[in-house]
């Protein structure tokens, strides 16, 4: 099992393996599975975009939303036996604050930014998890593509 990070990806087609993120709360897993080549990639969001405002640059690839999820829309447009109208495409996470201050409401941008990439490049994703006051540890199986999801309440 192969386990990815904050900002981080992975990409694989090997049989018999998988991809774990754990704990996510406003981040978000986008996971890309071909069910001919079994090319299985996931994401591990952390921000919606970058803050050019402030400076704050993360140097992880798969940090912000933004930056990310067309490079890795992109690698499948190149990948041969991968029709990405045929991607299955699962968007877990993104979960709300339970503080009512909470005005950056980061979950919520995350999902939508990368629902809305999505739509533009043409992917229906048929599955997700998100929103809701839930940390969430996800995991897929390159051989069938079968997502796991556990969840837990969060205390914030």
């Known amino acids: 099992m192969i386990t990815i990070g904050l900002g981080e990806y992975a990409i694989t087609d090997t049989e018999n393996e998988g991809i774990i993120t754990h704990s996510l709360g406003s981040c978000v897993a986008l996971i890309l599975y071909c069910p001919i080549s079994k090319c299985t990639s996931m994401a591990h969001i952390v921000l919606p975009e970058r803050d050019k405002k402030h400076g704050l640059i993360q140097d992880k690839e798969a940090y912000y939303a933004t930056d990310f999820v067309p490079k890795m829309i992109h690698f ?32 919520e941008r995350n999902v939508q930014i990368i629902e809305n990439i999505l739509k533009v490049h043409g992917i229906a994703y048929e599955n997700h998890e998100t929103l809701g006051s839930y940390s969430r540890t996800v995991e897929i199986h390159v051989n069938d593509g079968t997502v796991k999801i556990r969840k837990r309440n969060m205390i914030i």
Not at 96 to 101: D, I
């Open 76 to 107: 499948y447009l190149d990948k041969p036996n991968c029709d990405i109208k045929g991607l299955k495409a699962y968007v877990i996470g993104g979960a709300v604050s339970k503080n009512p201050a909470d005005v950056f409401k980061i979950g």
